[in-house]
């Protein structure tokens, strides 16, 4: 299993990113795909879930109505849509690929400052 997340920078407050993974090794149908987030002296937190190949997701509470989740079957990406950014979203974004084993990717720095 291979994650590779890419789309993170820096974006003003209130304006948007999309987050991409792509991942080698793993079925959307039986894993479920997540984008979690982990901000300095913080824990690592789960932002969206994703699982029977996009159709079911979950939203962490800080994000719901802000962010989307998204795959794309056919070529095995996973997305996070990220609207009205707020700086508190500032933090180091990980895709993850779950069933009886969980597998990481390396991450990708986000930040929202003006």
């Known amino acids: 299993v291979q994650l590779v997340e890419s789309g993170g920078g820096l974006v003003q407050p209130g304006g948007s990113l999309r987050l991409s993974c792509a991942a080698s090794g793993v079925s959307f149908k039986s894993y479920v795909m997540s984008w979690y987030r982990q901000a300095p002296g913080k824990e690592r937190e789960l932002v969206a879930a994703?699982?029977?190949?996009?159709?079911?997701?979950d939203y962490g509470d800080s994000v719901k109505g802000r962010f989307t989740i998204s795959t794309d079957n056919a070529k095995n990406m996973v997305y996070l849509q990220m609207n009205s950014l707020k700086p508190e979203d500032t933090a180091v974004y990980y895709c993850n690929a779950r069933r009886s084993t969980n597998y990481w990717g390396q991450g990708t720095q986000v930040t929202v400052s003006s």
């Open positions: 994703i699982w029977s190949a996009g159709g079911n997701t």
